[in-house]
């Protein structure tokens, strides 16, 4: 081969190497894949800090409640059973779509004018699901009416619940975060067949702890 042969044969030797270099980078790019985020970790990209930080303290919240509230009603706190005993928790929480009689007890307080324990009288609440299968809780009745989202959890016999409180007459509750003040954060938990509750830890009411029950609604209504 003489010497003009081998000039233009270098440009194409340099083509052909860079190509190959290409092609190679494009195959090592095309392996690259990104992990997808836990749907258990989205509710953490949701919640503020501060519900973050209630949660996290749940079981101390259960602890000085009940501390608080045993020496003079003990045998109310029994009488509730699985209720109000931290950590029965079952598998498959998530509730069924439809209506529930509900009912709450606050437990503990952070104030001295909150009673240390209470019992409200019952209401309806309704639980919704859309067609992405997201879950939401709304109280139907009551001055105070907390509504929200149920999110998966890191924990597989829990829900995230994050929402925020309709007061009065208000149609609709605010979107969780709109207004701190009544952001409201806690757990749901199915805790025997056909029963769940929501806990709620140091709750901006007063007290430690407020526990919702949940059992639904014999006559459901059609559609």
């Given at each position: 081969?003489?010497?003009?042969?081998?000039?233009?044969?270098?440009?194409?030797?340099?083509?052909?190497?860079?190509c190959d270099t290409?092609?190679?980078?494009?195959?090592?790019?095309?392996?690259?894949?990104?992990?997808?985020?836990?749907?258990?970790?989205?509710?953490?990209?949701?919640?503020?800090?501060?519900?973050?930080?209630?949660?996290?303290?749940?079981?101390?919240?259960?602890q000085a409640a009940?501390?608080?509230?045993?020496?003079?009603?003990?045998?109310?706190?029994?009488?509730?059973?699985?209720?109000?005993?931290?950590?029965?928790?079952?598998?498959?929480?998530?509730?069924?779509?439809?209506?529930?009689?509900?009912?709450?007890?606050?437990?503990?307080?952070?104030?001295?004018?909150?009673?240390?324990?209470?019992?409200?009288?019952?209401?309806?609440?309704?639980?919704?699901?859309?067609?992405?299968?997201v879950l939401t809780?709304?109280?139907?009745?009551?001055?105070?009416?907390?509504?929200?989202?149920?999110?998966?959890?890191?924990?597989?016999?829990?829900?995230?619940?994050?929402?925020?409180?309709?007061?009065?007459?208000?149609?609709?509750?605010?979107?969780?975060?709109?207004?701190?003040?009544?952001?409201?954060?806690?757990?749901?938990?199915?805790?025997?067949?056909?029963?769940?509750?929501?806990?709620?830890?140091?709750?901006?009411?007063?007290?430690?702890?407020?526990?919702?029950?949940?059992?639904?609604?014999?006559?459901?209504?059609?559609?």
């Amino acid at each position: 081969m003489n010497a003009k042969s081998w000039i233009w044969l270098i440009p194409a030797l340099a083509l052909a190497g860079g190509c190959d270099t290409a092609t190679k980078r494009a195959r090592s790019a095309a392996t690259v894949t990104v992990e997808p985020e836990p749907a258990s970790d989205a509710w953490k990209r949701v919640a503020t800090a501060s519900d973050q930080d209630r949660i996290d303290r749940l079981g101390l919240a259960w602890q000085a409640a009940l501390t608080d509230a045993k020496p003079k009603f003990g045998r109310d706190v029994a009488a509730e059973g699985l209720l109000l005993k931290p950590g029965p928790a079952l598998s498959r929480p998530e509730p069924t779509p439809g209506s529930y009689n509900c009912r709450m007890i606050s437990i503990g307080k952070t104030e001295a004018k909150v009673p240390v324990f209470q019992k409200f009288k019952p209401f309806f609440c309704y639980v919704l699901s859309d067609d992405d299968g997201v879950l939401t809780i709304v109280k139907q009745t009551g001055s105070r009416r907390p509504a929200g989202r149920l999110w998966e959890d890191d924990f597989p016999n829990r829900m995230i619940f994050l929402g925020s409180l309709a007061l009065a007459d208000e149609k609709e509750p605010l979107a969780y975060g709109e207004d701190p003040a009544r952001d409201t954060a806690g757990i749901f938990e199915r805790i025997a067949p056909f029963k769940w509750r929501l806990v709620i830890p140091w709750p901006r009411s007063g007290a430690k702890l407020e526990v919702f029950e949940l059992t639904p609604v014999a006559d459901q209504p059609e559609g």
